[in-house]
């Protein structure tokens, strides 16, 4: 009788415990613990390197955009020296933008909010 391939494998053994000594489930549940962990690490890694390097042109944008906004609100209750000086205000930090003096930029961003802030109190 001749013997075919199927006979002749070894039998694999218990189905819930591989040669390893790890369960399927446990080995799924490991890789999937593993991939957090790596993600996590990336992630970590990323966000040091952002706050290490400083603004960006983002964090700018969005300092330009909030004292733009509060002036297009309150533009009705400033007086015209205000206004004026809080446009030029504006108008530096859009020119320090464009020259990538990113922090420059924040700063004159926020006197130009702090400056709408209190005169429409």
Do not use: F, H
Not at 10 to 18: C, F, M, S, V, W
Not at 67 to 95: G, N, T
Request: charged share 25%; net charge positive; with cysteine.
């Amino acid at each position: 009788m001749e013997k075919t391939w199927a006979v002749k494998r070894e039998p694999i053994g218990n189905q819930l415990a591989l040669k390893s000594g790890w369960s399927r489930q446990a080995g799924r549940s490991y890789r999937l613990w593993l991939c957090i962990a790596v993600v996590g690490c990336v992630l970590g890694n990323v966000t040091v390197s952002s706050v290490r390097t400083g603004p960006s042109a983002g964090g700018v944008l969005t300092a330009i955009r909030a004292a733009q906004q509060e002036l297009v609100l309150a533009k009705r209750l400033l007086r015209e020296p205000v206004l004026s000086e809080v446009e030029a205000l504006l108008i530096r930090a859009w020119s320090m933008l464009k020259d990538r003096r990113y922090e420059e930029s924040i700063v004159a961003a926020r006197e130009a909010y702090q400056k709408v802030i209190e005169s429409s109190r």
